[in-house]
């Protein structure tokens, strides 16, 4: 249920005014940290953008362009005599599968330039010369939900080492290099062999993100669907809205403005839909494998928020910016789309504000039909299994393009 503190932040965040709202009724948010990206009016903080060293790309969660925070102790330093807030902003890069399954290639004795791994060595030195935290919690989330400690446990070790190397090796201040992978630290196992049981079970802090991830692959795989239909703009709306109002039962207003603005043929949503686009030759089976990497990318999204959310303190002057460690533009693409321009982060949950928002992308209408029936979804949203309706969506999948 939506409780009277989360409506006043979502029409915060809204404001034209927000740096002033916040500042003159910042007693009432005294758990909540805004932080606004890029804003015209504001270039107080410093200059963080995307760093590419083909193939991988170091990215943030939004654009990181003057990044400028707000809660109760920055506040209370703008109010003192000091001329602006000692803000301290750690950057954390999370490193997701296919980086690790780089690093697992490197344990394995399987160097290769061929392959990109100079590249990636050379990222990886970027990290440490540039002062970045680093973590592996996307891997291990993904690897959970996969259930790949099952399935290819050995993989999943290596992959793991592979982190710890690197990580212990940039808390020591070394380079990294191929040859820290043949002499490996007791350090470094002992680093991964925690890692490892971590990808049994889904990090506590996290449990309510997990199925998350189901949501938003229905809500893909449901999109790709209708768009390979003959049905008009107006038609696959109504169409996706009656979905989330009587299966899935649970409305998320990033993806459903992101699907939405697919219908509507928006450019940069295109790239991001563009592999599974009406002119793409697919197999059923390249398009699900297609929508789940789709629904990776916008899941990442959602955790990263959702860790900003929990390593923030609204009454401290130290800030965690996220970024992704990748070798797939799929990401950069889909956060290129909308933009997130401001975040509110508020008892461990993250809410967005994009350039594009429900609001903006659908008609009253539309808005209605979904806020008509909230109390609905929220009364029986627990009873859909979501696995399984992915299935059912699956089996669609599979007749459709057969």
Same mark, same amino acid.
Not at 78 to 90: D, F, G, L, Q, T
Not at 218 to 223: E, G, L, T
Not at 253 to 265: D, M, N, R, V, W
């Given at each position: 249920? *939506? ?7 979502q @029409?915060? #965040?809204? =404001? ?34 995307? /760093? /590419? ?10 654009e990181?362009?003057?990044?400028f925070?707000?809660?109760?102790a ?5 109010? &003192?005599?000091?001329?602006? %807030?000692? /803000? ?8 997701d ?7 697992q ?6 160097? &290769?330039s ?5 590249s990636?060595?050379?990222? #990886?030195?970027?990290?440490?010369? &540039? ?9 291990? %989330?993904? %690897?959970s939900?996969?259930?790949?400690? +099952? &399935? ?6 290596? =992959?793991? #080492?592979?982190y710890? *190397? ?7 201040g ?5 040859? #820290?992978?043949q002499? *490996?630290? $007791?350090?470094?196992?002992?680093? %991964? ?9 889904f990090?506590?802090?996290m ?25 008009n703009?107006?038609? $696959? ?8 109002n ?10 459903? !403005? ?11 949503v295109?790239?991001f839909?563009?592999?599974? +686009? ?11 494998e ?25 009454r401290n ?37 994009n350039?594009? +928002? ?5 008609? $009253?209408?539309?808005?209605d ?5 909230? @109390?609905?979804?929220n009364?029986?949203? !627990? ?7 992915g @299935? ?11």
């Amino acid at each position: 249920m *939506i409780d009277s503190q989360t409506i006043e932040i979502q @029409e915060l #965040l809204r =404001s034209f005014n927000c740096v002033e709202r916040f500042i003159e009724k910042h007693r009432g948010f005294t758990n909540c940290t805004i932080v606004l990206f890029n804003e015209s009016s504001i270039e107080l903080g410093p200059l963080f953008e995307q /760093v /590419v060293i083909a193939p991988y790309y170091l990215s943030g969660l939004a654009e990181y362009r003057h990044p400028f925070f707000l809660n109760s102790a920055t506040v209370q330093m703008m109010r &003192s005599n000091e001329k602006a %807030a000692p /803000v301290v902003i750690r950057r954390r890069a999370c490193f997701d599968s296919n980086i690790c399954g780089c690093l697992q290639r490197l344990v394995t004795g399987k160097f &290769s330039s061929d392959k990109g791994d100079e590249s990636l060595i050379e990222i #990886l030195n970027y990290l440490g010369s &540039s002062g970045f935290d680093t973590t592996p919690l996307l891997y291990i %989330a993904e %690897a959970s939900i996969n259930n790949s400690i +099952n &399935s290819n446990s050995r993989k999943v070790y290596d =992959s793991l #080492l592979g982190y710890s *190397i690197i990580h212990y090796a940039l808390e020591e201040g070394k380079t990294i290099e191929p040859g #820290l992978f043949q002499n *490996i630290d $007791k350090n470094c196992k002992k680093i %991964a062999r925690s890692f490892y049981q971590d990808t049994r079970r889904f990090p506590e802090n996290m449990q309510s993100a997990m199925p998350r991830f189901w949501l938003i692959k229905n809500m893909i795989a449901k999109a790709v669907l209708l768009e390979h239909t003959k049905e008009n703009f107006k038609e $696959k709306t109504e169409a996706f809205i009656e979905f989330i109002n009587s299966e899935l039962l649970i409305c998320l207003p990033y993806e459903t !403005s992101l699907c939405i603005q697919f219908f509507k043929g928006n450019q940069q949503v295109q790239k991001f839909f563009g592999k599974v +686009n009406k002119s793409a030759i697919r197999t059923a089976s390249k398009t699900i494998e297609t929508v789940r990497s789709m629904a990776w990318d916008l899941y990442h999204l959602r955790l990263l928020s959702t860790w900003m959310a929990q390593d923030c303190n609204s009454r401290n002057l130290e800030f965690v910016l996220p970024f992704i460690l990748s070798a797939d533009d799929g990401l950069w693409r889909v956060i290129s789309a909308n933009p997130i321009k401001r975040i509110a982060l508020d008892r461990g949950e993250a809410y967005l504000l994009n350039e594009y +928002n429900l609001e903006d992308v659908c008609s $009253k209408n539309y808005l209605d039909k979904l806020t008509g029936l909230f @109390e609905f979804r929220n009364t029986f949203a !627990s009873y859909i299994d979501q696995r399984r309706l992915g @299935e059912k969506l699956e089996q669609e999948i599979n007749r459709t393009f057969s």
